[in-house]
């Protein structure tokens, strides 16, 4: 039997062909013709360019993360429109005003880009500086240019065939606001938030962050962009405010250069999605370009499809594998939700419980190590720790969280007396065994990071194998499939880049305004009283900030709000930043706003509140395991190796008096009220960590046992 033939044979019956694929966004463009082909050229550039400087040839920092977010913008405005797009056949005709205004618009753009052109050919043609009147003449065109387009962009039909004329205004203002940055890149070093930042300095860099919050709005919602709102109001009126809150104020030129330095936009947050993110979104591309993620999802359902609620359970690992790689819940849940929730249904899971096991899941898979969907970068980016010493660090936590994950969904199906999907609908696992290769980038991955390799080169040589593996199977990646692959991540690392960005604005004026610094001093007044109370305000804080947020610009925020004053009242930096990294990651599922709940209920069809309640029941764990990192710091791998077993033992076992004490089913039957209240009690005495805890816990999970059975023993005679 040929290797093919093996490989058709052992696709199950599901549909999961393309289950790993990102679905198309309301208002993303899918492009044709030339116009496509030039789109689809400026994404395979734009990530070759990366890989290039990332792997090459260095570009100078600053210099390179300019280039990154224009080339982001640049591509992000061509594939987005402004809102829903028009995907009727018909052509969209202009009317009479609006191509007066187009073309205004245009010829407003057209002169900015003049204008730099004209001063990068001075200078280095001739050697001249350009004269003082060529960059007041860019800065106000295009300034006007952009404001006509954004204007426009938001009131006019756009077509799903073509880039507006809108986005090509602002495509080029990306452009126009890079090569000015570029052009006095010296200069702006030293002068960009300082008093003597110029009047152009001030408008090229407000249209710079204008942008980036309206590709934010587009690929992100408006969570992020309210909240980025807010802290640019609050730069501005500090003055005016009382107490905690009040500062001096500052010029608009002095704020708005300062924000587009590497305290604000070109900071940590943009420096990790111009290394890492895209390297590892392009490493998930691969793995979808190739198949491989299928394959992940089918191995799950040979493994555990049979078993008692089987598509939960895959569910459980299917969606945290991928989510782990591809850096966004609500997306995962999208793209594996759609075949998962489905079949949890079919076999008995209510439509609520399906959505939400879905949305746990995906969210989960961004504490998972070693990718942890781009946090353990941006943690190592931030407090300076070693990534391994993060990734090995972030081990325990994530079992007990998918652990309990598990249990919650076997004890589910116990109680519901669900059973698997039938083994004709399966993949053969005997025949998946043989395709074990097909993980050999996440073992490649996961061993050169564990052999001292770089991030960066553990990461382009797991991208390298998976386009090898695929060499194997009937989806052989050649050129074509290589350049697609490539095309791919560029779209697929869009989101993320316009997020971290303007996460890069939060954090800029938390840095200039020191909010972080008030903030600190506060938690620490409140860790006087109690450090457990310090911990619920920090949690209740870093969950706030991160609602309606990606993870990755959730975490950046909580980490320059938050983590500063956990380290200020004595907790480790590790410990602080782990602390506010999960509760930022959580926040996808915690009512009222939850993204990863929302996008389960769509598919489910279900309440959307009601599902992030469940999510949030099913994700219960990961809301008490954080403040174990502080009693206990073992759980983060800090101790010998016999208190790391100990507390892993009994925490896995407070684990499943979790699950038993939420799903109301313990070891074979039933539990009242009561006897949830005391495995409640008796989960959280053994996952906190202390001898006397632990003691206490057994005995309290040993009175429900012998209660649980002498109400069994006693049942028959009750019946006679």
Known sequence: MTQDTQLHEATPKLGTEGVADIPIAHNERVLSGLLGQTVFAACVLFTAMHLYALNVSPIETWAFRIIHVAGGLAVGFAITAAMTLDRSPGEIRLGRVERLVMILALAAIAYAAFCILYAWFLRDARGTAPADWVMVHLSWSLAMATAIALIGSWVSRSSSRSVHWADVVLIVASIVVAAYLLFVLNRWRMSAGMPMASQTDLIVAAVGVVLIMELTRRVAGLALII??????????????????????????????????????????????????????????????????????????????????????????????????????????????????????????????????????????????????????????????????????????????????????????????????????????????????????????????????????????????????????????????????????????????????????????????????????????????????????????????????????????????????????????????????????????????????????????????????????????????????????????????????????LTAGVGIYLLAASVQGWFLNGGVNLVQRVMLLAAALSMIAGGWMTDLLGVGIGGLVFIWQAVALKAKPTALI
């Open 227 to 648: 909240i980025t709102g807010v802290f640019l109001v609050y730069a501005f009126a500090g003055p005016y405010l009382p107490g905690l809150l009040e500062h001096r104020g500052y010029s608009a030129s002095r704020f708005f250069t300062y924000l587009y330095t590497d305290n604000g936009i070109l900071g940590p947050t943009t420096a990790v999605s111009s290394t890492y993110i895209i390297l590892f979104i392009t490493f998930a591309a691969f793995l979808q370009a190739s198949r491989v993620g299928d394959y992940f999802v089918n191995f799950a359902f040979a493994a555990a499809g049979r078993a008692r609620g089987g598509p939960a359970k895959v569910a459980v690992f299917a969606s945290g594998l991928m989510g782990m790689i591809n850096g966004t819940s609500a997306g995962n849940v999208v793209a594996t939700g759609s075949l998962t929730i489905p079949l949890m249904k079919k076999v008995g899971y209510h439509p609520r419980s399906a959505g939400g096991i879905e949305a746990a899941a995906s969210t989960g898979g961004q504490i998972v190590p070693p990718i942890m969907g781009a946090g353990a970068f941006i943690m190592a980016e931030i407090t300076g720790i070693p990534y391994t010493e993060i990734a090995i660090a972030a081990l325990i936590p994530a079992a007990l969280y998918f652990l309990s994950i598990y249990l919650m969904v076997d004890l589910e199906a116990r109680r519901g007396g669900m059973q698997g999907l039938p083994k004709d609908q399966l993949p053969v696992f005997r025949k998946m065994v043989k395709q074990v290769y097909l993980f050999l980038p996440i073992i490649i991955l996961i061993g050169t990071l564990f052999m001292g390799y770089s991030v960066i080169r553990a990461g382009t040589l797991a991208m390298v194998s998976a386009a090898v593996v695929s060499w194997f199977t009937p989806h052989w990646m050649g050129p074509k499939a290589l350049l697609n692959a490539l095309s791919l991540g560029a779209r697929m690392a869009i989101p993320l880049i316009a997020v971290c960005a303007c996460a890069g604005i939060i954090v800029g004026v938390i840095a200039l305004t020191g909010v972080g610094a008030r903030f600190a001093s506060m938690l620490l007044g409140i860790a006087d009283a109690s450090h457990l109370l310090a911990l619920f305000f920090a949690m209740c804080i870093s969950i706030l900030l991160g609602m309606g947020m990606p993870t990755t610009a959730a975490y950046a925020v909580a980490a320059s709000v938050v983590a500063p004053g956990l380290q200020q009242i004595g907790i480790p930096p590790l410990v602080a930043h782990f602390f506010v990294f999960y509760y930022a990651v959580l926040s996808a599922i915690t009512p009222p706003v939850a993204l990863a709940g929302y996008a389960a209920a769509a598919i489910s069809g279900t309440d959307p509140l009601k599902t992030a309640v469940t999510s949030f029941k099913f994700g219960l764990a990961a809301f008490i395991v954080p403040f174990m990192f502080f009693y206990s710091p073992a759980l983060l791998m800090d101790g010998t190796w016999m208190q790391i077993l100990r507390v892993a």
